[in-house]
């Protein structure tokens, strides 16, 4: 059976967004400031900013990402001074993360940088109905569920 040119067309759509993606998120942003910060921490970073007094279990959780990559994550947040580490008297288990000003200072950069990029997304939105919208949203959700399903390598 011959694939769907449609398929192709749009499997190639989404590999070219996937690609571009990967390509501006190796690109380092300075948000800013004089700290320069590559895309990956600063999700971790957001994340962060949006779930104060967080444990790495606890971001795991929430991102689907391995303890020793945020593991990692985190120390090079801690090194650049962007993050403080802390432990709650009469608890020695647990390690909490929180910003620092520096941090904010980084959070609330990359906060206006999305707020730029979003009003075009925002633009190009106005010109589909709901149900396109939540047509997109839906596509969007089940095909990641999709592609999720193939980290097995099968």
């Known amino acids: 059976m011959a694939m769907d ?3 192709i067309n749009l499997n190639e759509a989404l590999t070219k967004l996937i690609n571009t993606y990967n390509t501006i998120s190796k690109i380092p942003r300075s948000y800013g400031t004089n700290i320069e910060i590559y ?3 600063m999700h971790m970073l957001e994340m962060l ?3 104060s007094d967080v444990r790495i279990v606890e971001i795991a959780d929430m991102t689907g990402l391995t303890k020793g990559t945020i593991s990692k994550t ?4 801690f090194n650049k001074k962007l993050i403080v580490r802390y432990q709650v008297e009469g ?8 910003l620092t000003k520096l941090g904010c200072e980084v959070f609330n950069g990359h906060d206006r940088y999305h707020e730029e990029r979003n009003a075009v997304v925002h633009d190009l939105l106005k010109k589909v109905t709901d149900e ?4 997109l949203m839906n596509f969007l959700e ?6 999720d399903g193939y980290k097995d390598g099968k």
């Open 5 to 7: 040119p449609y398929i």
């Open 39 to 41: 895309s990956s921490d």
């Open 49 to 51: 900013g949006r779930h």
């Open 74 to 77: 985190i120390k090079r947040l």
């Open 91 to 98: 608890n020695k288990k647990d390690v909490y993360n929180n």
């Open 142 to 147: 089940s095909y990641t569920t999709i592609i």
């Open 132 to 135: 396109q919208r939540e047509f």
